[in-house]
């Protein structure tokens, strides 16, 4: 499986790759750290699932969401953000996020990237 981490917190980048490889040793790890750098990985790296922040320094991650299903309508989509609101949980469900994870909650993102 290939996984594309979208973040700009180099801690969380690190904390979550420990993770995801206590589950899948095998699991292949792409990570950047803001739009412009997902917009140039995104096409090559072929994520099966991806892991995006909704607030990043040099943009939205909910562009990055609409921008992502309109290329590859099939790869998962897991907002995981510190904002957890209703209002942005109904945005993304409907660009097509699959999964919307408070970050406080790591356990669940293990869950579903397993």
Known sequence: MKVLIVDDSKLLQSRLKEA???????????????????????????????????????????????????????????????????EFQKSCMKLGADYFLDKSKISSLIEVIA
């Not at 096409?43 to 299903?69: C, E, M, Q, T, Y």
């Open 20 to 86: 995801f490889l206590r589950v899948d040793e095998n699991m292949e790890i792409f990570q950047v750290y803001n739009c412009e750098q997902a917009i140039k990985v995104f096409p090559s790296a072929k994520p099966d699932k991806v892991v995006l922040d909704i607030s990043l320094p040099d943009g939205s991650g909910i562009n990055l969401l609409r921008l992502f299903k309109k290329v590859d309508p099939y790869v998962k989509v897991i907002m995981f953000t510190n904002y957890p609101t209703t």
